[in-house]
């Protein structure tokens, strides 16, 4: 291959220059786009991966004055993952495609794929829905928590290939393998990147096998599409629902998405048309927890003791393992009226109210201010509601008379074993099984100042579900569309409450939102052009973005000049803002 030039993107934070470079004769039939390479730049040995293949005369430069390949690493993303990386760059305001290409490579040099392993199965039971689903093109499929996902991603490797997503590493190993033991060939990513690019029945993994090869997808089932933990953390915050969503449009498979609670971005934009599938309402309920709601309107709101007489009966049954929730860390945010006992919430978005340090009422979620006065008896006394985890602890211990055990998010141990368990969400994720889980104040979880708290709420009853059969709320909001959801094993209506709310305030999916911070995120912001997005907030506490969609939205942000060396941090579609 005479003449012939790779160009290199080199793995290199921060650099988003190609390179043109000589394929020496003895590397040519190892070279392809995607392939990843050792290379020379500025006197250093350095990786990257080859963009494009192009030949001497259309480079428009002498391969004469170029530095050649020095070494095959191995096999890389094809070159429809590359393609895809593109459409991520500006869809979630990367500027760069190092990231997205990071995601989507092997994490140890591949330099053989092996032959296609796939097995002729028929596999066992199925999921009628789940294959209407994929003959009508896809959309969202919504199981109870407490149901099997099995049978649906066994309805998917019917068809062929088949990409399935996880929220978690556990989740993923424990697929695999149920998948294996029905016979299919699994492949676990990232660590079976080989066997996915040879050919495999099913490749399972986390977010980030939503970058992961499968050869011959012939569909794609995204399990848990409500979850948080399916968005990349670090910017560029790409979701792997939405990426999964583009991959199968581009390769024209259908894709299913799955959760017991579709988030209103799934129902408007990925449903089909005949909207999300779900089974009869009666099978539906029989899987969702039991919701039993302690209704504390005629209490003292004030009062700092979250011990109900409620919960106490079931802290004092011996056979009863409890779990108490409470995600209080540190100052609350949750005010009560002292004169009327209502909860203060904002007139605009119902969400929950907080003082500012100029003694307004200020909503998180809105930025709607007020003076500090009850909209329900006018008075101007409020109290804050909720204590920590650690006096939580010494009261449950008093009131039950066992002994009770703190878990956190920031131990790694598992938790010591105790028939009570007191700590914030992370409890959820830490222990497999309970009898009961009891969120001790939840109104701070669907009234809190984000966008998406009501879904976020529904999401911690969700988990509460799979690992309990029953899930005691204590509140002061029982007719709240979480909880009237929950109870009634209908997420619609969470769904009906938020597309009003979301239309009203041009929130996703009805618009698109950013937020920038970091050092010289006033330059970077002071670029962006105002006929495009709106700009909110203000230098010391980051900006918010809005643009009516993703697009317009990226590439204004992409369009801005950052200066060397600055730390601006940009997070498109927020979880938690």
């Known amino acids: 291959m ?162 399935v997503i996880v929220p978690s590493v556990d989740d993923a190993a ?33 977010r980030s096998a939503a970058w992961m090869p499968c050869t011959g997808l012939a569909a794609a089932v995204v399990v848990d599409e409500h979850d948080e933990a399916l ?149 101007g006394n409020f109290a804050n509601l909720r204590p920590g985890v650690t006096r939580l602890r010494e009261e449950l211990e008093k009131a039950a008379n066992r002994h009770v055990v703190a878990i956190t998010g920031a131990e790694d141990e598992p938790p010591r074993r105790a028939d009570i368990y007191v700590g914030t969400e992370a409890a959820l994720h830490r222990l497999q099984r309970t009898d009961v889980v009891a969120f001790l104040e939840f109104d701070s979880e669907m009234l809190a100042p984000r966008f998406r708290a009501s879904e976020q709420a529904l999401a911690l009853i969700i988990r509460a579900g799979r690992i309990a059969p029953t899930v005691l709320i204590q509140t002061f909001n029982p007719d709240h569309e979480v909880i009237r959801a929950a109870a009634a094993a209908k997420p619609d209506i969470v769904v009906h409450a938020e597309r009003e709310r979301r239309q009203m305030l041009r929130l996703p999916p009805y618009g698109a939102l950013a937020t920038v911070s970091g050092e010289f995120s006033v330059e970077v912001v002071d670029q962006l052009d105002r006929s495009v997005v709106e700009v909110g907030g203000n230098g010391d506490e980051g900006f918010l973005i809005r643009a009516d969609d993703w697009f317009d939205l990226g590439r204004a942000l992409n369009a801005a000049q950052r200066p060397p060396g600055a730390r601006i941090k940009v997070t498109v579609d927020p979880p938690r803002i």
């Open 2 to 163: 005479p003449g012939v030039i790779a160009r290199v993107l080199p793995d290199v934070t921060g650099l988003d220059k190609q390179f043109d470079y000589l394929i020496p004769d003895d590397l040519a039939e190892q070279v392809e786009v995607g392939t990843m390479v050792r290379v020379e730049l500025h006197g250093r040995r350095i990786g990257g991966w080859v963009l494009a293949v192009v030949d001497r005369s259309e480079s428009g430069v002498d391969a004469e004055d170029l530095k050649p390949i020095l070494k095959v690493t191995g096999h890389g993303p094809s070159e429809a993952m590359i393609e895809l990386a593109s459409w991520a760059a500006v869809r979630w305001a990367g500027r760069r495609l190092r990231p997205f290409l990071v995601a989507a490579s092997p994490k140890r040099a591949i330099r053989s794929i092996p032959p296609p392993h796939r097995r002729a199965i028929d596999p066992g039971p199925s999921s009628p829905a789940t294959t209407q689903l994929l003959d009508l093109g896809g959309g969202v499929l919504r199981l109870p928590p407490r149901s099997d996902v099995l049978p649906t991603v066994l309805s998917a490797i019917r068809r062929g290939p088949t990409l």
């Open 174 to 206: 424990l697929l695999a393998a149920r998948l294996r033991r029905t016979g299919a060939t699994v492949a676990a990513v990232p660590d079976d990147w080989a066997a996915a690019a040879g050919g495999v029945d099913v490749v399972v993994g986390s």
């Open 231 to 379: 968005q990349e953390e670090r910017s560029p915050t790409w979701h792997a629902r939405d990426v999964v969503a583009e991959r199968c449009r581009r390769a024209g498979v259908p894709a299913v998405f799955v959760s017991p609670a579709p988030t209103l971005v799934a129902v408007e934009e990925l449903a089909g048309p005949g909207g999300v599938v779900h089974p009869p309402h009666r099978r539906e309920q029989l899987h969702w927890p039991r919701i039993e709601v302690v209704d504390r309107t005629d209490e003292d709101p004030w009062k700092r003791s979250l011990v109900t007489s409620e919960l106490i009966e079931h802290l004092r049954d011996p056979l009863q393992h409890v779990v108490c929730i409470s995600n209080t860390t540190g100052r609350a945010r949750v005010l009560a009226c002292r004169t009327c006992r209502t909860l203060t919430r904002c007139e605009r978005c119902d969400a929950a109210v907080g003082l500012g340090d100029d003694g307004r009422l200020v909503c998180r979620r809105c930025d709607t201010t007020r003076p500090p006065v009850c909209q329900e008896c006018g008075a």
